[in-house]
């Protein structure tokens, strides 16, 4: 058996999950629509911008916080972006799961 081999297998598998068809399809359907993509694109950036800040040891600002909620109130009124980030949250299930698997591997062997 060889490792790598499996590994390719199983980053094939993620590739062709049911969880990554349905993010393709749920992020085709949402930059169909021009409004929900500038909605979305509004709310990464933002939430990059306060991931960085907070990752350097800063305290979002209050008016730095009510703009990513109010963005954070648009995404959840609309089904296109909401639909990805459902989509996103399976994946990534999939991914803790499989992390967690790998983890324990680790530790078996560590002893």
Do not use: C, H, W
Request: aromatic share 4%.
């Amino acid at each position: 058996m060889n490792v790598y081999d499996k590994a390719y297998d199983l980053a094939k598998a993620l590739k062709d999950s049911s969880e990554a068809e349905q993010l393709k399809t749920a992020k085709r359907a949402m930059e169909a629509d021009p409004e929900a993509s500038r909605i979305m694109e509004g709310f990464r950036e933002r939430q990059m911008e306060l991931q960085q800040k907070m990752m350097s040891g800063e305290e979002p600002t209050e008016a730095e916080m009510a703009s990513i909620t109010k963005l954070y109130e648009e995404i959840a009124g609309n089904p296109l972006i909401a639909s990805v980030l459902e989509a996103e949250r399976q994946l990534a299930v999939v991914f803790e799961d499989i992390n967690r698997l790998l983890n324990d591997v680790l530790k078996a062997i560590a002893g």
